[in-house]
């Protein structure tokens, strides 16, 4: 049990790590520059989720194997990481999996719990998709016209401080495990013990931060200054978006 | 007119600690003070009274003639910016830019603001870090990053908690003739604390000493920093040339390395004729 050893010899958060993208990768590959990077907000979003609901309406087997060679192609054309991507995949993946090996007791057929499978991990990659082209203020930004403003700046403090906490948990960690490796449930309340010191931490940061932040005039709405425009090329890529759509639902409706 | 003054401010903690027993302190308008003291010796304590982060246990803080309290924080923390120690705190937002644009935009019309904050970026040399992300940026540039977001909002009084501390020779020269030029460029009020003697004398036209939350010294810089059984009693080392200049047993003290220069090429004449 290669993960069970993992746990005994580490605790270690770099399993943590290769398992989900951490903030400062995806805000890493979020800010290069690519086509698809440069297309606006909008355009991505609408790309993603207009992408993920045709996923879920197909049925026919071969239009449903289009979708991820889909995701892929643009992905590579966004030059993305597909080596990341492939292991951050391995959490949604698994979450997929344990549900479709249920489904065929059920009474479904194995295709259809296959299909089901290759679906939600097509869907998990346009996500990532969107989250690694697309800065966390950007998607605040579009955020903040939907979401009430004290939840769309929670989620731009959190995307700035979340990788501090990350950061700092991991030194702690790595500071313990340098003085020896002490037993699990030693360990266990160890961590327990790191996690209340950081929260301690984290509260008296966040009082020192909001004097900042009053300081420069913050009167309860955060402003954002990232200017976007959208441009022709958005124009013409949400139509081949929307084209692209109404070609896979028609063959799936007509040809198949 | 004083821009700062602080009355016999004592400042006890929650859990009893008493950082600041009776400090006073007086600023002139347009002056430069180094706050000069050891570890915990009470120099940030000291530093947040003065936008109102901290409020006194008994005395007062005025800044140009108004005493801080709770009612006129908004004005304070206008008047008064502080750039904190730790830059993390102080860098909230995404980006660079986002951060340096922040108070701009909360205070005047967009377009004004973001050419504001490029402006201020330009001036202080960091329009590369534009679009970065702060948790990657070095010390330095964290630092600088950070002075501009609050160099942004315009404040007559800037105050830096220890500018220069953890920073490399080359990060911390920069640091300092960003400082001056800044001070130069807006006739700020500057006050900065820190431990490190041998930035006083770049900066500064004043020098506070604090030890153990009192103030000990408050007067100019070469009778500070030549002052040997002060600068001992508040653990403080000497300046390089003054030891050096002392070790020689040499009546003049150089404060700086031009001072230095220019006194032993002197001496070095001299003894050649
Ligand atoms: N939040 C706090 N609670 C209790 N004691 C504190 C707190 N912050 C600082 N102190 C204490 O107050 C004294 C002065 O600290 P500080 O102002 O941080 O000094 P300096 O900035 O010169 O290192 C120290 O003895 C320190 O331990
Ligand atoms: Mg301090």
Known sequence: MWWLSKVRGGLS????????????????????????????????????????LVTVYLSSVLLVALMPLTVLLVMVVARLPL?????????????????????????????????????????????????????????????????????????????????????????????????????????????????????????????????????????????????????????????????????????????? | MKAVEVDCVEHVYPDGTRALCGARLEVEEGESVAILGPNGSGKTTLILHLNGTLLPSEGAVRIFGKPVSKKNL?????????????????????????????????????????????SIMEELGITELRDRIPHFLSGGQ??????AGVVAMKPRILVLDEPTIGLDSKARDRIIQTLSRLKEHYGLTLIFSTFDVEIVPLLADKVVVLKDGCVIYQGGVRGALTDTSLLREACLDQPPYVRLAEELGLKEKPLTLKEASSLFSRLIQTIRR
């Open chain 1, 83 to 256: 080596r990341s991507v492939a292991s951050w995949s391995i959490t949604p993946a698994l979450f997929a999996a344990t549900l479709c090996i249920l489904l065929p007791l059920v009474g479904y057929l194995l295709l259809d719990a296959v299909m089901i499978f290759v679906k939600a991990v097509t869907a998990a990659w346009f996500m990532f998709l969107l989250a690694l082209t697309t800065p966390m203020t950007h998607l605040a930004r579009i955020a903040s016209k939907v979401l009430p403003s004290w939840l769309a700046d929670t989620l731009i403090l959190a995307s700035r401080y979340f990788f501090l906490f990350f950061d700092e948990a991991q030194r702690m960690v790595r500071a313990m495990n340098a003085r020896g490796s002490p037993p699990l449930r030693r360990r266990l309340t160890l961590v327990a013990n790191v996690m209340a010191s950081l929260f301690v931490k984290s509260y008296e940061r966040a009082e020192r931060v909001y004097v900042a932040m009053s300081s420069r005039g913050y009167r309860g709405r955060m402003p954002l200054a990232s200017p976007e425009q959208f441009s022709l090329r958005d124009a013409i890529f949400i139509t081949a978006t929307l084209a692209l759509s109404f070609t896979l639902v028609y063959a799936e409706v007509f040809l198949v």
């Open chain 2, 142 to 147: 964290k630092r600088l990053a950070a002075i």
């Open chain 1, 13 to 52: 958060l770099s399993l943590i790590e290769r398992l989900l993208p951490s903030t400062p990768m995806v805000e890493y590959f979020s800010t290069r520059k690519s086509f698809y990077h440069r297309l606006h907000t909008a355009s991505k979003l609408a790309f993603s989720l207009s992408m993920i």
């Open chain 2, 74 to 118: 908004d004005w304070v923390r206008r008047t008064v910016g502080v750039v904190f120690q730790n830059p993390d705190e102080q860098l909230f937002m995404p980006t660079v830019f986002e951060d340096v644009a922040f108070g701009p935009l909360n205070i005047m019309p967009r377009d004004k603001a973001l050419r504001e904050a490029e």
